[in-house]
């Protein structure tokens, strides 16, 4: 998928709070303002080194964790650049920065491999024989950080986050951000070194680090595997995982790592930092995560990028399940609905720019993917409307159910889409769109008709069935929807579009068993 500039800059939110609800601004300036020096040259017992201005790229980084001493915030990151890296046989082969804040939307969040890092006023000491680097944001520490894909030329220097409100930029600025660009693309092609002291297979790493123990704990390991699925349950998220030992599963709380997950898609690859086995039960190992662990995509030009997916490859019984099944399954997109009355609506519009100036009876086609579907449990999806008195109400278990639709009472779709453009997949936008169906618009949609749902147990087992497959990544709708201007204000209806997909469910249970080497009822 090509990411617009615009979207690969975004922030996310986090960092959108730090900003305290101020607009980035750019100072543009002509020349130099000021000394950035190559990481090699960085002297700690050089007096005009105790407030350090540099770029380089960040190889590992840590999530924010906070420090039980001093209560503050930090995160530490492995940094390189020409005069300084890891391919070096001699010498210090990295620098490390550790940056201090007051709140951890304060501080950079690497979610890949490569990123730019530039730093205005870090201190610079001596640790053991290697220089290391603080950054405390509350005492005018500055950092930025750029992406080093850009497809665009417009905004190509728009960056991912920032620090301050405003920043500095210069065209010395952009020379060293082109020349890291290059220098990024050079470096990640050759050397699939990113600072790991313990990078492992997943059958390595279980049968050596697995249930050792250091002062009562797993050791940990570094893992670079694809990812095969990924299935959001809430508060969990559960990766699909594998490289050309075995496929696992691993399980993160959102709390733990909950900026990370938007970017991340099935077949990417990923490096994971610091995970261990855990025995859960007798002869049945977990895969788990620590406070120091990561999860960081790696570039696909990136050598250990290619390494494991040539890995992957080699392994037959792998490629068959990935190569096969993931593809036509899980990566494929799949449309489900389509709109039976375009209303002369010829183009799609994006749903930024639909609810950015929405026009009342107006009718507009989009193409999204779900993200949620509510309100849930499913059986809230149903209300009873009463076409007198304009009012809804929820199923009620109570006497003969057939009853309930008299009086003018009839059943009715009441549901809520939390949905995404389906080209910017990305972005933390989302956009929530609804399915009334008491006024005779979207009546169709479903392919099961508004029934109490507390008493029609197929209808329900349907429609939780539908449930997964709306949500699922991969699935695309096709919906005509239609500004109503309401007392609370305008909403948007799904019209004219109904689902147009029917669910082979013996077929998708045989090949996901396969695939999980499962049972169909697992």
Not at 40 to 61: H, M, P, Q, R
Request: net charge positive; charged share 30%.
């Amino acid at each position: 998928i090509n990411l617009s500039a615009e979207q690969k800059g975004a922030m996310d939110k986090k960092a959108n709070k730090a900003l305290k609800g101020k607009k980035a601004k750019v100072v543009e300036k002509t020349g130099q303002k000021y000394q950035y020096y190559n990481l090699k040259d960085i002297n700690a017992e050089d007096t005009k080194f105790k407030k350090s201005y540099f770029y380089g790229l960040v190889v590992d980084s840590s999530v924010p964790y906070r420090s039980e001493k001093s209560g503050k915030w930090l995160c530490t990151m492995k940094i390189i650049d020409e005069s300084m890296n890891l391919e070096q046989k001699k010498g210090q082969k990295y620098m490390q920065v550790t940056f201090f804040a007051k709140a951890s939307t304060e501080l950079p969040l690497v979610r890949k491999a490569g990123i730019i890092l530039r730093i205005h006023r870090g201190f610079v000491q001596m640790h053991g024989n290697s220089v290391q680097m603080n950054l405390e944001i509350d005492l005018q520490g500055s950092w930025v950080l750029f992406d080093t894909e850009f497809d665009y030329v417009f905004q190509k220097y728009a960056p991912i986050s920032h620090s301050d409100a405003n920043y500095t930029f210069t065209e010395d600025d952009k020379q060293r951000i082109d020349q890291l660009r290059t220098y990024s693309r050079q470096y990640f092609t050759k050397n699939k070194n990113l600072g790991s002291l313990h990078l492992a297979s997943l059958k390595k790493g279980e049968s050596t680090y697995g249930l050792s123990t250091k002062d009562g704990h797993p050791v940990d390991f570094d893992i670079c595997v694809q990812v095969l699925d990924i299935n959001d349950q809430g508060k969990v998220i559960k990766f699909l995982i594998c490289d050309e030992s075995k496929v696992v599963k691993l399980a993160v709380y959102k709390k733990f790592m909950a900026a990370f997950f938007y970017d991340i898609r099935p077949m990417d690859v990923i490096k994971v930092r610091s995970v261990a086995y855990r025995e859960k039960r007798p002869k049945m190992k977990k895969l788990i995560l620590n406070d120091f662990s990561n999860i960081i995509k790696l570039p696909k030009y990136s050598a250990l990028h290619k390494e494991c997916i040539d890995g992957i490859k080699k392994s037959m019984e792998n490629e068959v399940k990935i190569q096969k099944t993931i593809h036509s399954i899980l990566e494929k997109p799949m449309n489900v609905s389509k709109i039976t009355n375009d209303r002369g609506v010829k183009d799609y519009t994006k749903l930024k720019d639909i609810f950015k100036n929405p026009k009342a009876k107006n009718f507009y086609k989009v193409k999204v993917t779900a993200m949620d579907i509510g309100p849930l449990p499913v059986t809230n999806w149903v209300s009873i409307y009463n076409g007198k008195s304009k009012e809804k109400k929820e199923l009620e278990v109570s006497g003969d159910h057939e009853t309930a639709l008299a009086n003018n009472c009839k059943y009715m779709y009441n549901m809520q889409f939390f949905v995404k453009d389906v080209d910017a997949p990305n972005t933390p936008e989302i956009y929530r769109i609804f399915l009334m169906t008491h006024m005779g618009k979207g009546e169709k949609f479903l392919p099961v008709p508004a029934c109490n749902l507390l008493y029609k147990k197929e209808a329900l087992k349907k429609l939780e069935l539908y449930y997964k497959l709306l949500t699922h990544h991969n699935v695309v709708l096709d919906l005509l929807i239609q500004p109503l201007d309401t007392r609370t204000g305008i909403i948007f209806l799904i019209v004219d579009s109904q689902i147009s997909f029917k669910i082979q469910f013996a077929i998708v249970k045989r090949s996901l068993a396969q695939l999980y080497q499962v049972s169909k009822s697992d």
